[in-house]
């Protein structure tokens, strides 16, 4: 398996110009870029990569949001290809009362271009309740702050040309972003690129199909995506093979690289076509009231464990069911009643689905005995 460290041990010496120019494995790099601990550093107003590098080469693992961003940042330090880039307006903002948890860097891959990266979900529950805000909210905290970041950005840098990009929720952040910046920004907007990031509701979509930015965005999803599905995309799409299978096909330090580009596969699996279709039915079936009862009412329960990050959730386990349970007692019997329509839904949902594929299946494979 080779993934983008990888990458940067075999091209990390090839500077970027004319023979090698800018890929799209450089653009996830820095879509990653952004998970990085900076605010456990003081950042100056302007920064090298090498400089970043080294400053947090003592770091933990635990210090790192995800596992593979501490090799990465020390490759990078290391690589002819990044470690001269500067690093500028560097921007987080965390906020539990206003369920907001978003973090944005440049990166200036030259003189004349900049990177805009903005971060995905962190490990905090607050992250992970404004991801599911999308499901009943038309904008949540994070695209506003993104847009917002994007314009100063653009103005702060009148002359250069601009690439966007994120994994997870940090691609939702780009596209949403590039697609209500001003049109003078928009002008310079190279490309947007959202890493296995979810789409948006459909009637906020379907505002945007004639927008010439969606001719500059790519989204990239690995074979079993399920993150990166979810909710509707009008832009292009492009399938990259991980070697993961699931859900933790998200981790993008699972995505194959060879040489320069990804590995990349054929079609999207049944399982994440499965899981796709029973979820935009699901969505398509409950009104926004009741999908917000549902996820203020789960996220409730889980703050009810007074964890403030999804990881804390395995420690003293049977003390936080406890406390879960507890919780879920005393909320109402209509909550109650929300949450056990909707999980049985997307239960009979799935199983219909599935049942449906295996049917035609067996037909299919009738027809070709047949024909034999």
Same mark, same amino acid.
């Given at each position: 398996?080779?993934?983008?460290?990888?990458?940067?041990?075999?091209?990390?010496?090839?500077?970027?110009?004319?023979?090698? #120019?800018?890929?799209?494995?450089?653009?996830?790099?820095?879509?990653?870029?952004?998970?990085?601990? %900076?605010?456990?550093?003081?950042?100056?107003?302007?920064?090298?990569?090498?400089?970043?590098?080294?400053?947090?080469?003592?770091?933990?693992?635990?210090?790192?949001?995800?596992?593979?961003? !501490?090799?990465?940042?020390?490759?990078?330090?290391?690589?002819?290809? %990044?470690?001269?880039?500067?690093?500028?307006?560097?921007?987080?903002?965390?906020?539990?009362?206003?369920?907001?948890?978003?973090?944005?860097?440049?990166?200036?891959?030259?003189?004349?271009?900049?990177?805009?990266?903005?971060?995905?979900?962190?490990?905090?529950?607050?992250?992970?309740?404004?991801?599911?805000?999308?499901?009943?909210?038309?904008?949540?905290?994070?695209?506003?702050?993104?847009?917002?970041?994007? +314009?100063?950005?653009?103005?702060?840098? #009148?002359?250069?040309?601009?690439?966007?990009?994120?994994?997870?929720?940090?691609?939702?952040?780009?596209?949403?972003?590039?697609?209500?910046?001003? !049109?003078?920004?928009?002008?310079?907007?190279?490309?947007?690129?959202?890493?296995?990031? #979810?789409?948006?509701?459909?009637?906020?979509?379907?505002?945007?199909?004639?927008?010439?930015?969606?001719?500059?965005?790519?989204?990239?999803? #690995?074979?079993?995506?399920?993150?990166?599905?979810?909710?509707?995309?009008?832009?292009?799409?492009?399938?990259?093979?991980?070697?993961?299978?699931?859900?933790?096909?998200?981790?993008?330090?699972?995505?194959?690289?060879?040489?320069?580009?990804?590995?990349?596969?054929?079609?999207?699996?049944?399982?994440?076509?499965?899981?796709?279709?029973?979820?935009?039915?699901?969505?398509?079936?409950?009104?926004?009231?009741?999908?917000?009862?549902?996820?203020?009412?789960? %996220?409730?329960?889980?703050?009810?464990?007074?964890?403030?990050?999804?990881?804390?959730?395995?420690?003293?386990?049977?003390?936080?069911?406890?406390?879960?349970?507890?919780?879920?007692?005393?909320?109402?019997?209509?909550?109650?009643?929300?949450?056990?329509?909707?999980?049985?839904?997307?239960?009979?949902?799935?199983?219909?689905?599935? +049942?449906?594929?295996? !049917?035609?299946?067996?037909?299919?494979?009738?027809?070709?005995?047949?024909?034999?």
């Amino acid at each position: 398996m080779a993934n983008i460290n990888d990458y940067l041990n075999w091209r990390g010496d090839l500077p970027i110009n004319k023979n090698f #120019p800018f890929n799209e494995i450089d653009a996830l790099i820095l879509a990653r870029f952004s998970y990085l601990p %900076f605010h456990k550093i003081k950042m100056n107003s302007k920064e090298t990569i090498e400089n970043i590098s080294k400053r947090m080469k003592d770091f933990s693992n635990d210090d790192f949001i995800y596992n593979g961003d !501490k090799e990465l940042i020390s490759n990078l330090g290391k690589s002819a290809r %990044f470690k001269e880039m500067l690093v500028t307006d560097f921007v987080r903002n965390t906020s539990k009362k206003h369920e907001e948890q978003f973090c944005a860097i440049t990166i200036h891959v030259s003189n004349k271009e900049i990177y805009v990266s903005y971060i995905g979900t962190d490990s905090t529950i607050n992250g992970w309740k404004e991801d599911f805000n999308m499901m009943f909210l038309e904008k949540i905290p994070c695209q506003i702050s993104g847009m917002n970041y994007l +314009t100063k950005i653009g103005e702060k840098h #009148p002359f250069c040309k601009i690439r966007i990009g994120g994994h997870s929720k940090g691609g939702n952040i780009a596209i949403f972003s590039a697609l209500n910046v001003a !049109k003078k920004i928009q002008s310079k907007i190279i490309k947007v690129y959202n890493y296995d990031g #979810p789409g948006f509701r459909k009637e906020i979509i379907e505002q945007y199909e004639n927008s010439s930015i969606l001719n500059k965005v790519e989204t990239y999803i #690995p074979q079993d995506s399920v993150v990166g599905r979810l909710l509707y995309h009008k832009e292009k799409i492009t399938i990259v093979h991980s070697l993961e299978k699931g859900v933790l096909q998200h981790d993008i330090f699972s995505w194959e690289v060879l040489n320069d580009d990804f590995i990349y596969s054929e079609k999207i699996t049944e399982e994440s076509e499965d899981i796709d279709k029973t979820i935009t039915t699901w969505f398509e079936e409950t009104s926004n009231e009741q999908r917000k009862i549902v996820v203020d009412t789960v %996220f409730d329960i889980l703050y009810s464990t007074e964890n403030e990050n999804v990881k804390d959730l395995t420690q003293n386990i049977a003390k936080k069911v406890t406390k879960a349970i507890k919780a879920y007692n005393s909320i109402s019997k209509e909550e109650k009643e929300t949450i056990n329509n909707t999980v049985s839904l997307i239960v009979k949902k799935y199983i219909n689905i599935r +049942t449906d594929r295996e !049917k035609k299946k067996i037909k299919d494979s009738i027809k070709t005995i047949r024909k034999r």
